[in-house]
């Protein structure tokens, strides 16, 4: 199975950028569906963006984010990114990498890491 492990959390003010990364390591030699999650305080854990790395190339987003986040990954270093422009109070949340899963926003993912923390100010 594989293993996620997220960093670069941290607290900024609102309007500002944060870059998440989730390094995946075990058995990497596939390649799987990956997502970023957010559990707000006192919130249901939801999706936030899925990239399909299994087929053809495609990304899904949260409304609340489209136009502000983007996924990507880098399959060289089996690392997954989060790029999060113009941020703001009501992203603040507790941060988790998912992968091996049908691809989307559903969070039925095998491997899930422990979760990097993101708050906004305003």
């Known amino acids: 199975q594989v293993q996620v492990e997220e960093s670069g959390g941290a607290s900024v003010q609102a309007g500002g950028s944060l870059r998440l990364s989730c390094v995946l390591s075990?058995?990497?030699?596939?390649?799987?569906?990956m997502a970023w999650f957010r559990q707000p305080p006192g919130q249901e854990r939801e999706g936030v963006a899925a990239?399909?790395?299994?087929?053809?190339?495609?990304?899904e987003y949260l409304d609340a984010v489209k136009g502000r986040f983007t996924i990507s990954r880098d399959n060289a270093e089996n690392t997954l990114y989060l790029q999060m422009n113009s941020l703001k109070p009501e992203d603040t949340g507790m941060y988790y990498c998912a992968a091996d899963g049908p691809y989307g926003l559903s969070p039925g993912y095998s491997s899930w890491g422990q979760g990097t923390q993101v708050t906004v100010s305003s």
């Open positions: 990239i399909d790395t299994r087929n053809r190339p495609r990304t």
């Open positions: 075990g058995y990497t030699k596939v390649r799987f569906n």
